[in-house]
Nanobody
Framework: QVQLVESGGGLVQAGGSLRLSCAAS????????MGWFRQAPGKEREFVAA????????YYADSVKGRFTISRDNAKNTVYLQMNSLKPEDTAVYYC?????????????????WGQGTQVTVSS
């Protein structure tokens, strides 16, 4: 079992930046891949980014590529999402997720565990 707790959400103006954090507990953090998803009001939850258990491989949705950066610190059991050049359409609840284990590629990241989510609001 893995417990995930997100933090760092808030209100920011368009063009601004935020860094989300997700603290994990319950299992060896380096034993699984990590990802971020988001869900805007009235829309389905969508993939944002994923990172391999080593941190050496990352994958992004086209909508955030070049603006968002996912990273992890296995010593701190934490994964981050640095969000720059934010747009109003980035407004959503952002969820941290962990896979069931390690995979060969994070392009097929499949979430097994979820955090409770953190709200990100970007004003125009």
């Amino acid at each position: 079992q893995v417990q995930l707790v997100e933090s760092g959400g808030g209100l920011v103006q368009a063009g601004g930046s935020l860094r989300l954090s997700c603290a994990a507990s319950g299992r060896t953090f380096s034993g699984y891949d990590m990802g971020w998803f988001r869900q805007a009001p009235g829309k389905e939850r969508e993939f944002v980014a994923a990172i391999s258990w080593t941190g050496g491989s990352t994958y992004y949705a086209d909508s955030v590529k070049g603006r968002f950066t996912i990273s992890r610190d296995n010593a701190k059991n934490t994964v981050y999402l640095q969000m720059n050049s934010l747009k109003p359409e980035d407004t959503a609840v952002y969820y941290c997720a962990a896979s069931a284990g390690r995979s060969n590629t994070v392009k097929s990241f499949t979430p097994r565990y979820w955090g409770q989510g953190t709200q990100v609001t970007v004003s125009s």
